[in-house]
């Protein structure tokens, strides 16, 4: 009867759905992925993460030495470590699990962010340009509407699923010019708001620049890899950064400008700059036409600290 009992009681697989991670590594008994095989960007495989290290600590903080019994022991590891035990054949890629290829086995002990195969699915999985609904000139300078501005000139769109996706500001992106590289943040990468985060480079200097949210980094724009200069010409649309998994997005909003107040800030800062540099740009007192490149004129070390100044780095 138990055994009857036992049987009619499991959890099967629907045929639509797939297993979690979690789930195919043995750590958890039942768990099906809502999160299309994302794991950086899921809410459980995070908290699971968070368990697992929860329990190392209490195990290894104890005063007395703990004897833990081979069951209690694979309850605290996590589904890579459970994986990474597997035959070396038998370690199947994320893309493999999530269905997006038919036989794919982890060369990479599950590192993602450094696998070439895992940045090759990024770029054909890569999200769509963006559709910027309404740019504003505000003194040359061109504003996204509906876009969180950060003091260091660089902007936040949170989107469907609950991501943010990052950028440039088109003061910026003035300000720097003519760039030659740009070097993102890597997959998996953890980012606060306000860190420099985005390195820079134009003829032989570089800057940084900062992050306007806190979260982890899921999708990297490859096409600036190739093109840097899109973040320059188009800094709102083909010209995004990366996108983020927030952490603390409602905190992070809130000290960032958004609305009118995007245009005061705006204000602000052209004067701000008219103060710094007014004798070595040709740029009229009211606005003009729109910027084109700031310090065009300006070399080595006054364009980087001048930049560095702006961009909060």
Excluded at 42 to 47: F, L
Aim: hydrophobic share 35%; charged share 30%; with cysteine.
């Amino acid at each position: 009867m138990s055994a009857e009992k036992k049987k009619t009681g499991m959890k099967v697989v629907p045929p639509d759905k797939k297993k979690c991670v979690w789930m195919e590594a043995g750590v958890v008994s039942y768990k099906l992925c809502d999160n299309n095989y994302d794991c950086p960007t899921c809410a459980y495989d995070r908290g699971m993460q968070i368990k697992m290290a929860r329990e190392r600590a209490a195990t290894a903080n104890v005063e007395e030495p703990v004897k833990v019994d081979r069951a209690s022991e694979k309850a605290f590891e996590s589904w890579v470590e459970k994986m990474l035990k597997l035959p070396a054949d038998q370690r199947k890629c994320r893309y493999m699990i999530s269905g997006h290829v038919s036989r794919k086995i982890c060369p990479n002990a599950y590192e993602c962010g450094n696998c070439s195969f895992d940045q090759m699915m990024q770029e054909k999985l890569q999200p769509e340009e963006l559709e910027v609904q309404k740019l504003l000139e505000v003194d040359g300078f061109l504003v996204a509407d509906g876009y969180y501005y950060h003091e260091g000139h660089t902007w936040a769109r949170p989107e469907h699923g609950g991501r943010v996706r990052v950028g440039l500001d088109d003061f910026a992106a003035k300000l720097i010019g003519k760039l030659d590289r740009l070097e993102l943040p890597g997959i998996g990468q953890e980012v606060k708001q306000g860190d420099a985060v985005l390195q820079i480079r134009r003829n032989g200097n570089s800057v940084r620049a900062v992050s306007p949210v806190d979260g982890i980094v899921t999708y990297i724009n490859y096409d600036l890899l190739e093109n840097p200069e899109l973040a320059i010409e188009r800094p709102y649309e083909k010209g995004w950064l990366y996108i983020v998994e927030p952490v603390k997005l409602r905190k992070n909003l809130k000290s960032l400008y958004f609305g009118n107040k995007v245009k005061e800030f705006f204000d602000e800062e052209k004067e701000k700059l008219f103060k710094e540099v007014h004798e070595e740009m040709a740029i009229a007192a009211d606005g003009g036409q729109p910027i084109k490149d700031v310090f065009a004129d300006l070399e080595g070390d006054r364009w980087q600290s001048l930049v560095k100044k702006f961009l909060r780095s």
